[in-house]
Structure formats: structure tokens, C-alpha cells
């Protein structure tokens, strides 16, 4: 697109093969959640990116491949959970040098696949918003211990603090 | 809070009070509780760790609430060229609640990956993983040993 604003597509495929309960393996190959079509632009020290996140998975596990997940959905006697997820919104940072403020809109469309959990399908609209501010800290940056011959290494510290994220949801 | 040193060490803490009122409350569902999360990681030349741990709520599957505690080590290494391994390990203590199911159940959950970048757009990865539930009700324990292998595509 150009040096800044940029398109991206991540897609991950699998297929999960079960050895002793073969009955489970399944038809289709399987999209991981991370799987995911966005668009950065640029606008002076205002950065949009407008994302579509899609997943296609059949285990109980929630997948992924990039992160260690260790989350499952707790049904009992039950192998195949078939369900489609799919993310689809935007998020603004406005970086005002040491604060930067984001707002971002999510609509999320759950589809189970299996009928008797039917009753897990929503659409959802998440909304979030966050403030971070940056400090830079140094500790003892000048002190040079001359006499002694003692040169005590500059040290640089960055911290974050005041980040509050808040994500309301309604289904 | 987030807190990043010049030695490639990381820290992020967080922490709240969680606060839930169903409208058609079925027993034991409301809760007032708090949670907390805290993750420290590392940056080495050969490779990056973290170390995390938390407490905290989500909706549950067969009832209004899941609380969990969880404890999770992670690493990962970009050593070899084209390749990225990587490996953790996880224990999580839950409690599923509100309404006429209650359940408590341990899963420890151990992972392990190596993944290949073939070509500049196209990845591939090879995971395992091992998961042990262990529950107090009858019939809800069981383990599972899981390979995967994945292909990816980015530009």
C-alpha cells in the first residue's frame, strides 16, 4: 500500500487428527483464532486499524498456535465442539508523545455449529477504551563516584502506569 | 502497570474488584470478589521467558461463573535460524459455580512447539500438548495428549 499504511493477512490452517477415537477427526481443516485480515493507516500521530479476525475450530480447547492457551469449554461427554468466531472493528491510538489514548469497536458473531449447544451463538459489541501514560525514571543518573574511581552505570527505566482498560459488552 | 527495564525484564501487574448481579439470580451466583494478575518476563539473546500467575472470573459452561487460579511458565527461542521452539507448562485450580452445578477441577497442562518459517509468507508449526483434568464429580476427570500441525500464511 505504501510504507506506512499497510495490509496484512495472517491465516493459520490445521487438522486435528484423533488416533483412539477416530470418530472425532473431522471434514474440514481448521482456522486458528489468530488467523486475521487488518489494515493499518496512518493520519499525522493518529494510527486506525481496521481488523476482521475469523476462526473456524472443532476441539475443546481454544486454540492457538502463536500463544500458550490453556483454556478449554468444560462439557462433559462431548468431543466435537464445531463453532466460527468471528472479530470485525477498528481501533484508533492518538499518541500524544508520553500519552496515548485508544478507543476501539469490536462486533462478534459466535456460531456453534453443533446443535445441541446452539445456545452458546451471540453477537456481541465490544467497546474499549485506554489511557496509557509513559514515564522515564532514572535512578542516580549522575552520580559518579569520582574519588573512589567508581562510575556507576547509567541506568534507564520506562514505566507505564495509569494504563485502565475498560471493555463493556452486550450481547 | 507495566514496567520495562534497559536488561530486557518486564513486569505487568494488574488487579480489581469483580462484582456480579444476575437479574434472575439461581443460586450462588452473585459474587463480590476481587482479581489480580501479575507477569514477569525476560529478554535474553538466546531466548525470552515469562512467568505469570492470576486469579480472576469469566462466565462459566455449565454454570454462571468459572473462577480460576493459574500459575504458567512460558519460553520461547528464536536461536536457530528459521526455527522458533518453545515449551510451557501451566496449573490451573477452577471453580465452576451459580445455579444447581458446582464443580472444582485441577489441570496441569504441559505444551511444547517448534515452528518452521519455510518461506518468506508461509510457517509451519508442529505442537504438543498434554492435558490432565482432575475433577470432584464423577465422570468429569480426563486426560488427552494432542499433536498438532499447522501451516500459516502472512504478508
Keep these: 500500500m505504501s510504507e506506512i499504511n499497510t495490509l496484512k493477512l495472517s491465516l493459520g490452517v490445521g487438522y486435528e487428527y484423533y488416533l483412539k477415537n477416530s470418530v472425532l477427526n473431522g471434514d474440514l481443516p481448521l482456522v486458528n483464532p489468530d488467523s486475521e485480515l487488518s489494515f493499518n493507516i496512518f493520519v499525522g500521530n493518529l494510527h486506525l486499524r481496521l481488523h476482521e479476525k475469523f476462526s473456524y475450530q472443532e ?79 532514572r535512578p542516580r543518573s549522575a552520580l559518579n563516584h569520582k574519588g573512589a574511581g567508581i562510575s556507576t552505570k547509567l541506568r534507564r527505566h520506562s514505566m507505564t502506569i495509569g494504563k485502565c482498560e475498560v471493555a463493556p459488552s452486550w450481547t | 502497570m507495566d514496567l520495562k527495564t534497559q536488561s530486557k525484564l518486564s513486569f505487568r501487574a494488574g488487579g480489581g474488584y469483580d462484582r456480579a448481579r444476575y437479574d434472575a439470580p439461581a443460586e450462588s451466583s452473585d459474587f463480590e470478589t476481587y482479581y489480580a494478575y501479575g ?6 539473546r538466546l531466548f525470552t521467558h515469562s512467568l505469570s500467575a492470576g486469579h480472576e ?99
Design chain 1, 59 to 137: 476441539t475443546l480447547l481454544h486454540n492457538s498456535i502463536a500463544s500458550a492457551q490453556d483454556s478449554f469449554f468444560n462439557f462433559n461427554n462431548v468431543g466435537v465442539f464445531k463453532r466460527w468466531d468471528n472479530f470485525a472493528g477498528v481501533n484508533a491510538d492518538w499518541d500524544l508523545n508520553r500519552l496515548i489514548l485508544s478507543v476501539g469497536y469490536d462486533h462478534e458473531n459466535f456460531d456453534s455449529s453443533t446443535p445441541s449447544y446452539e445456545y452458546l451463538n451471540r453477537a456481541s459489541e465490544w467497546l474499549t477504551a485506554s489511557a496509557s501514560f509513559l514515564i522515564a525514571i
Design chain 2, 39 to 44: 507477569r514477569v518476563s525476560q529478554e535474553t
Design chain 2, 57 to 155: 472470573h469469566q462466565l462459566g459452561d455449565n454454570a454462571n461463573n468459572l473462577e480460576t487460579t493459574y500459575i504458567r511458565y512460558a519460553i520461547t527461542s528464536s536461536a536457530l535460524q528459521h526455527w522458533e521452539l518453545g515449551a510451557n507448562v501451566a496449573v490451573l485450580f477452577a471453580e465452576e459455580f451459580g445455579g444447581t452445578f458446582r464443580e472444582h477441577f485441577t489441570y496441569p497442562l504441559v505444551g511444547l512447539r517448534a515452528g518452521y518459517q519455510i518461506h518468506k509468507y508461509w510457517r509451519t508449526d508442529l505442537v504438543y500438548e498434554f492435558l490432565l483434568k482432575d475433577s470432584d464429580l464423577a465422570l468429569r476427570s480426563f486426560y488427552g495428549n494432542r499433536v498438532t500441525l499447522g501451516l500459516g500464511f502472512s504478508f
